[in-house]
């Protein structure tokens, strides 16, 4: 090899053995580049508990839907509700709160109160009506709407709304200004999130419990109108349909519907669609 060559390998060789000990320009680190390559990064922001809060319907003075057999809604609600908590109870991640724990009456908008002032991530109203017509049967889940997906959830929304009128509570017609404003501070982001909650919900809960014809809709139920809280409620069955109701009126079939409830609504709480 030429000695001008050797030469020239040499200085190169020098001249990067030199550099690897000189601080990484824009960074304000020292350590030579083998090392900062290998250094560990540091550990992940753990994330903040995501927060349930489920609220069973009905309660107290008002009984909801009451089946042939006399199965009351309230109860069923209730107890559905603390079938899920117990079964979230022990899952990192995920705190679970109920709107009522005991047989109470609550007024609807003080079930968004509850939500809303505890910073709730997800809101979910627990329910066992009585449908429009005696033959529908199997869960179903809605969202908020200004106007119902169908007749059929129309008229739901509308017989859940007169709770508050049924326990006692007075709850005017809505002004339509006051519904517009309503709904133009609902955030696009709040209802975009309650829908994709919807649809993971119902493929998921597909799989393991029978469903309404149809079972993702929407209607302008009172309780899911809070504008900053994602919130969904749920018909686990409906209790004017002699099926559903002697399968909701059995202990461990509420058990099982709460704990396939309690699985799918976690796994949405775990992914990216709540960060």
């Known amino acids: 090899m030429a000695q001008d060559q050797k030469e020239n390998i040499a200085g190169r060789r020098a001249f990067l053995k030199l550099g690897l000990g000189l601080p990484l320009i824009g960074v304000g680190l020292s350590l030579p580049l083998k090392l900062f390559a290998a250094a560990p990064l540091p550990p992940a922001k753990p994330r903040a508990p995501r927060l349930l809060m489920i609220d069973p319907g009905h309660g107290g003075r008002d009984p909801g839907a009451i089946g042939i057999s006399g ?108 519904t517009a404003i309503l709904f133009d501070l609902t955030a696009r982001r709040t209802r975009n999130t309650a ?39 749920v018909e686990t069955g409906f209790l004017s349909n002699p099926h559903d109701e002697q399968i909701l009126r059995e202990p461990l079939q509420r058990q099982k519907i709460a704990q396939l409830m309690a699985k799918d609504i976690a796994a949405i709480l775990d992914s990216p669609l709540f960060g």
């Open 71 to 178: 199965t009351e809604e309230k109860h069923v609600t209730l107890d559905v509700a603390r079938h899920m908590a117990d079964a979230l109870s022990g899952r990192a991640g995920i705190t679970a709160k109920l709107t009522r724990d005991e047989d109470v009456f609550l007024p609807l908008e003080e079930r968004v109160k509850v939500g809303r002032d505890a910073h709730a991530d997800f809101f979910l109203s627990v329910h066992a009506d009585s449908a429009p017509n005696s033959a529908a049967r199997g869960l179903s889940a809605y969202t908020l709407s200004e106007k119902a997906s169908d007749d059929f959830s129309k008229a739901l929304a509308e017989h859940e709304n007169e709770a508050d009128m049924m326990g006692g509570m007075d709850l005017p017609p809505a002004d339509q200004d006051v």
């Open 195 to 233: 829908q994709h909650a919807k649809a993971n919900f119902v493929q998921a809960m597909g799989r393991g419990w029978h469903l309404l014809e149809r079972p993702m809709r929407a209607a302008n139920f009172v309780v899911l109108r809070a504008p900053d809280v994602p919130s969904m409620l």
